[in-house]
């Protein structure tokens, strides 16, 4: 298995377009305003060398780079460079692909020399695309995926049983795939802070705090195991979300309702061409001024708008009265197809 993961995949993007900014701190974000209320996308090396990272608000990236050069988020942009990256690892002799998002993807295939095979992929996306990647090969997902750190920028880097624990073990076990900030922290109330801790601890001590399934599950992350096979069947979104910053916080109900009407109205919008019902929404809500909390609820299947954003609206009234909201944000979880669960592409109908 190989993980190939795009470097500074936006940033670049960028730079093919304005040669110019080669070398520049880059940074890019809402409306590349930072005296609005924004969040950064992405950050080239040359800004993140000073603290700025993906989800910092704008404003804060700008200070803390007085020289960036602050760019709009250009989605289409992003989108039409993926595509034509994707389509280069299709071309791969043997390749098996699963995309896994704009700037990243799984490659499986057999090749007596994954390292060869690997800079020779490299190669092509450079020749291709004019963006250089990173790529991880592994014996399972789970170390491909981590070995890609291991490589970057523009490397190669091979993980396996035999060094697994020699180059994961000492690190946080935050440095997972599939393990964040906050399982990191359950994990350490249980004294395992290190991926070889993790790599060690006995299942079934695991389930109490994460449940029979996920408990032997983190385990196995420790250990880097895990499916050793890269699936290629078309993504089928499991729902839609869209979500508003406010560029003045909201104090009154009705600008909460209002808002919370347009949410829905959008994610309606998303979910009418999937052609499946809503089962489940789920608001979320930041508080001023930054606190953000959400909200959840599973619903009876149904194609009827108005019962949704009836349930949307019901879902704002937990929300907290008095207090100031910088941005709201509504998803809503849909029902896969029976073809999405059996590996096809689904049919759409419905709306």
Same mark, same amino acid.
């Given at each position: 298995?190989?993980?190939? $993961?795009?470097?500074?995949? =936006?940033? &670049?993007?960028?730079?093919?377009?304005?040669?110019?900014?080669?070398?520049?701190? =880059? =940074?890019?974000?809402?409306?590349?305003?930072?005296?609005?209320? &924004?969040?950064?996308?992405?950050?080239?090396?040359?800004?993140?060398?000073?603290?700025?990272?993906?989800?910092?608000?704008?404003?804060?990236?700008?200070?803390?780079?007085?020289?960036?050069?602050? /760019?709009?988020?250009?989605?289409?942009?992003? /989108?039409?460079?993926?595509?034509?990256?994707?389509? @280069? /690892?299709?071309?791969?002799?043997?390749?098996?692909?699963?995309?896994?998002?704009?700037?990243?993807? +799984?490659?499986?295939?057999?090749?007596?020399?994954?390292? &060869?095979?690997?800079?020779?992929?490299?190669?092509?996306?450079?020749?291709?695309?004019?963006?250089?990647?990173?790529?991880?090969?592994? #014996?399972?997902?789970?170390?491909? *995926?981590?070995?890609?750190?291991?490589?970057?920028?523009?490397?190669?880097?091979? /993980? @396996?049983?035999?060094?697994?624990?020699?180059?994961?073990? $000492?690190?946080?076990?935050?440095?997972?795939?599939?393990?964040?900030?906050?399982?990191?922290?359950?994990?350490?109330?249980?004294?395992?802070?290190?991926?070889?801790?993790?790599?060690?601890?006995?299942?079934?001590?695991?389930?109490?705090?994460?449940?029979? *399934?996920?408990?032997?599950?983190?385990?196995?992350?420790?250990?880097?195991?895990?499916?050793?096979?890269? $699936?290629?069947?078309?993504?089928?979104?499991?729902?839609?979300?869209?979500? @508003?910053?406010?560029?003045? #916080?909201?104090?009154?109900?009705?600008?909460?309702?209002?808002?919370?009407?347009?949410?829905?109205?959008?994610?309606?919008?998303?979910?009418?061409?999937?052609?499946?019902?809503?089962?489940?929404?789920?608001?979320?809500?930041?508080? &001023?001024? +930054?606190?953000?909390?959400?909200?959840?609820?599973?619903?009876?299947? @149904?194609?009827?708008?108005?019962?949704?954003?009836?349930?949307?609206? $019901?879902?704002?009234?937990? =929300?907290?009265?008095?207090?100031?909201?910088?941005?709201?944000?509504?998803?809503?979880?849909?029902?896969?197809?029976?073809?999405?669960?059996?590996?096809?592409?689904?049919?759409?109908?419905?709306?």
């Amino acid at each position: 298995m190989l993980h190939v $993961d795009l470097d500074q995949f =936006i940033a &670049a993007v960028e730079v093919l377009r304005r040669p110019e900014l080669a070398g520049k701190p =880059i =940074i890019v974000g809402g409306r590349g305003d930072p005296t609005e209320r &924004a969040v950064v996308s992405t950050a080239s090396y040359e800004a993140r060398v000073f603290g700025v990272g993906s989800g910092m608000p704008l404003r804060i990236a700008a200070r803390k780079v007085p020289d960036a050069v602050i /760019l709009p988020v250009d989605a289409e942009a992003y /989108l039409e460079a993926s595509d034509a990256v994707m389509a @280069t /690892l299709r071309a791969q002799p043997g390749a098996v692909v699963q995309v896994l998002g704009w700037d990243e993807a +799984f490659v499986g295939v057999e090749a007596e020399d994954p390292e &060869a095979y690997a800079r020779q992929l490299q190669a092509d996306v450079l020749e291709r695309t004019q963006l250089h990647c990173s790529v991880g090969i592994g #014996d399972t997902l789970i170390r491909a *995926k981590n070995a890609t750190d291991f490589g970057k920028p523009a490397g190669v880097f091979r /993980l @396996t049983t035999a060094n697994w624990l020699d180059f994961m073990g $000492d690190r946080p076990t935050k440095e997972l795939w599939g393990v964040g900030s906050k399982i990191s922290g359950r994990l350490a109330k249980l004294g395992i802070n290190t991926v070889a801790e993790l790599a060690a601890a006995d299942p079934q001590t695991l389930v109490p705090e994460f449940g029979p *399934k996920m408990g032997p599950w983190y385990n196995e992350l420790g250990r880097g195991d895990g499916t050793s096979v890269v $699936d290629d069947t078309p993504w089928v979104a499991r729902g839609h979300s869209r979500e @508003t910053t406010f560029q003045q #916080d909201l104090t009154e109900p009705d600008q909460v309702h209002d808002a919370v009407r347009g949410l829905t109205a959008q994610v309606l919008k998303d979910v009418a061409a999937e052609g499946r019902p809503v089962i489940g929404l789920t608001l979320k809500v930041r508080y &001023a001024p +930054f606190t953000t909390k959400t909200h959840a609820r599973k619903i009876p299947e @149904t194609f009827d708008r108005e019962d949704v954003l009836v349930r949307a609206l $019901d879902l704002a009234g937990a =929300i907290e009265p008095g207090r100031p909201i910088r941005l709201l944000g509504l998803r809503a979880e849909m029902a896969m197809p029976d073809d999405a669960r059996k590996g096809h592409t689904p049919t759409r109908g419905g709306w």
